[in-house]
């Protein structure tokens, strides 16, 4: 290929999408927007599957002009794929887990504007506008022998062709982030 071709257009914020980052096993897309949200989707066939929240847990209004003390501003997978930081103008980052829909722990942090786990998953780093970078301890976590092999699975093999696996549906939609 001696060239980039666009493949796929993603709609569904209301606002400026500032950020993105796919999950290190390739099958799901963070992006975050002004509109005060963070969807995870399927980039291999356009759906969001979840909806992050940061001015209300969802199903909650969208803000489409955005609440400007609520703009999403970062987001970032930590190397288990299990994790997620955001960074928010209001003043907190948020830690989250891709099975849950609130986050699991928030900490201060005035005028963040990126954020970045370390490789191998135990440092978050978030820069600010002042010049400085802040660093948290991630929390140990083993993710399960399922969730292994889902990202061993998805790494090589997008939605379409989990889909057509001779397996039960509810192993399907596991293996799609669907359960």
């Not at 001015?55 to 987001?75: Q, Y």
Request: aromatic fraction near 10%; proline fraction near 7%; glycine fraction near 6%.
């Amino acid at each position: 290929m001696d060239k980039y071709t666009l493949i796929r257009k993603l709609e569904g914020h209301h606002n400026d999408v500032v950020a993105c980052e796919f999950s290190p096993d390739g099958a799901l897309l963070a992006t975050a927007s002004y509109d005060t949200r963070v969807y995870i989707w399927d980039p291999h066939v356009g759906a969001i599957l979840m909806e992050l929240g940061h001015l209300f847990p969802p199903p909650t209004p969208i803000f489409a002009g955005g609440a400007n003390d609520r703009w999403v501003r970062s987001v970032s997978f930590s190397h288990d794929g299990l994790h997620i930081a955001t960074l928010a103008d209001d003043k907190l980052v948020r830690f989250w887990r891709i099975d849950e829909d609130f986050p699991v722990q928030v900490a201060p942090l005035k005028n963040g504007l990126c954020c970045a786990f370390s490789t191998d998953g135990s440092v978050l780093a978030a820069g600010t506008q002042d010049g400085s970078v802040y660093f948290w301890t991630s929390p140990k976590h083993i993710p399960s022998l399922q969730h292994l092999c889902r990202m061993a699975i998805r790494r090589v093999m997008p939605t379409t062709e989990v889909e057509n696996l001779p397996v039960p549906s509810a192993i399907v939609s596991f293996l799609s982030y669907r359960s």
